[in-house]
Structures are given as C-alpha cells and as structure tokens.
C-alpha cells in the first residue's frame, strides 16, 4: 500500500476510535450568549437559512469540510457525505488529492458528480505540495478530477511537524498561494486544519488574491491529538501539542474583523447555536469535520440525520434571536463574558476581552 493511504487510514483510525478532539481549551463560543428574544417577531416557519458563497446559492451557509478520499474505504464515505449534501444543496468538499495525483489511483474514490450534480464542490491539496513543486498544472488536475467548482489548499503545519515523516519547509508557502490564486480561474480557498488562522496570516492570504478563508481554528480534531494516538514516535509531543493554536471563535472574530473576503468558521462547530454565534461574528459560511465523518462511516441517512439537527438549531437560534434570514446576524446582540452590548459591537468587544482575559 502506499505510504500516504496508509497513513490517511491510521488517522482514520484514529479519528474513529480515540477522542482526538481538543482537551483542555474549547473553540470560545462558550463565552458568547446570543440574546434572547422573548417577543422574536417572526414565524418560525418563514425562517430562510439560504445564502450566497463564491457566487453560488447554498440552501444553508454550510459546508461539510475536507476529509477523505484516497484508500479503498473513502469512495463509500465520500459518496455518503456528497449525497448528503446534495440533499440540502450545502457546498462539500473531497479530502486531499494528493494520493491520486502522485500516484494515479483511487481517482474515483474522490468522484462524486454522480450523487452531487449541483453541490459547491471543491477538491483539496496541502500547501506543502504547492512548495515541492506542484503548480497550475496539478491544481487544475485536481480540479478537473472530480468536476469541482474550486480548491481549498490547506495548511498543516502543526501536523507536518508532529509527524516524524513530516515536511517541515514552509517558506515559499505565500508566493505558490499568489501564483495559485492569480492564475486559476476556479475558486481557490485557503484553510487551515484545526490550528486557526490570525488577522495577518489572512490579511497576507487576501494580498495573494485568495477566493476565501477557512479559519480552522481550536476546539475541534486536533492533528496532534491523531498524532498521539495512532502508532507513532511523536506520542508525547502530540500530547504537548494537543490544544495548540488559536480557538476558532476568537480566530474567527480576528479574520471577519481583518478582511473583506468571505471568511469560513470551522473547528469544533458541533450545533447549530455554535454556528448561530460563528454568523455573528461576522463568518458567511460554517464548516463540520470530524462528526460528519464519523456519521459517514455508517450511512447517508446518518450524516442526513445530523444535518436535519444542526440545522433545526441554527433555526432555533434565529428565531429566539427574532431574524429571519442569516443576513439578521449582523444585528443580534450578544453577551461577552457577561457583558452586553447591542448589536455586533459585541466583535470588537469579544477580542478586546479575550485579549484582556488571556494576555497577561
Ligand atoms: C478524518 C479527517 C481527515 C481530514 N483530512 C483533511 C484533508 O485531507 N484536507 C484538509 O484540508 N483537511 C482535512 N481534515 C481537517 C478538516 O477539514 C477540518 O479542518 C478539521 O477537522 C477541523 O474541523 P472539525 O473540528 O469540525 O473536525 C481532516 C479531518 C478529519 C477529521
């Protein structure tokens, strides 16, 4: 078996057997309340979650994040989630296509334009491809692969270094992005992986004319956590890793508050009121990993399951904070720490607390 599939099935493994999430720190949006509405003025019923990201509509500002693809038992899984989506016209995207390109196989494990005629679809590469050589060439490869609208490229550093058989050499990491980003004519988004991404990191993607950014930020899967616990000479540095990098609510705040391309809240947004509180933060789309994954093991219907609930809670969330439409969380009131403030003021209060909370 090749290296990487192999590799790609231990986390798997890992991520279906061990608790991988992060321990000690969550992704803050403990620390926000949405204000209660006890007259909310609208008909539940009315409630209209649709909105528009890199031009196409999606019936929920919801995307089911990059995971698989690559081994025998990724077209299944690939195939439950993309049906899913498809079911509820949200974007998805394939995990990383490097096996296939360097290899050639496992192609059709990442095909799913079958099930998903309609879905915003994106393939995947890491960064780490782009510096050892991968260009347009590659990038439209993948791209092409699948039918997809776009690419995400995902940065991985925590993981790189946690894996003895890691690349560790990311210094042309933002002029390979630029050359990407400006020659493609696809969407090209950046993501990161669970670590989160701060105001600069983004203020220089958008410089290199990236489509939009995915803060994957702390409080979900964490990769030193799979690191830990899977088979590996890095078992104590994943566990000194474990929760490193920024929680994904405060990354979220920082990116929404820095630039003005659509920003992507993921990492460790498990409900509905999660992503209610992510929309009011300022983010124009939510992402799930690691439990759409682990519904995808067992069917489609689950991974639909999932999806109904979180959904119905992100109505929930709208209708006890009086909006209709997703466009409404510009306006909601929030509680920070305790403190109120009306409308989203409650951004900049979120930062300078968690700033004063966790500086010093
Ligand atoms: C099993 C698994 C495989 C993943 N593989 C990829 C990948 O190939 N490419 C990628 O960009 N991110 C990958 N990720 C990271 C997720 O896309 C996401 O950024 C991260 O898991 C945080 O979200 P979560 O807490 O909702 O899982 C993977 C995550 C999981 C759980």
Redesign the pocket.
Known sequence: MNKNSKR?LD??KS?VQED??SQGKGTGFEDINLIHQAIPEVDFDSIDLSAKFLDKKLDVPLMI?????GHERSKELNRNLATAAESHNIAF????Q?VAIETGEFIETYQVRDVAPDILLFG?L?VTQLIQGYGVEEVEDAIDMIDADGI???L?PLQEVVQPEGSRDFRDAFENISKIASELDEFVYV????SGMDSEVASKLEECDVDAI?V??V???S?AG?EATRDSSRKKAGNVFWDWGIP?SVSTAEVCRTVDIPVIS?????TGLEAAKAFALGADLV???????RASLDSEEKVIEWLDEFILELKMAMFLTGIERVSGFEEVSCSVFGETRERFKSRDLFLEKWEGDHVD
């Open positions: 790609k986390h798997i991520c991988v999430e994040s990059p995971m698989t693809g995207s394939v995990g990383s490097r995947n890491g995400g490229i995902h991985n993501k990161e992986t669970g995915d994957s930020g409080g979900g899967t990769w799979v994904t993921s990492g460790g947004i498990r992402s799930v990993g690691l439990p759409l994954f």
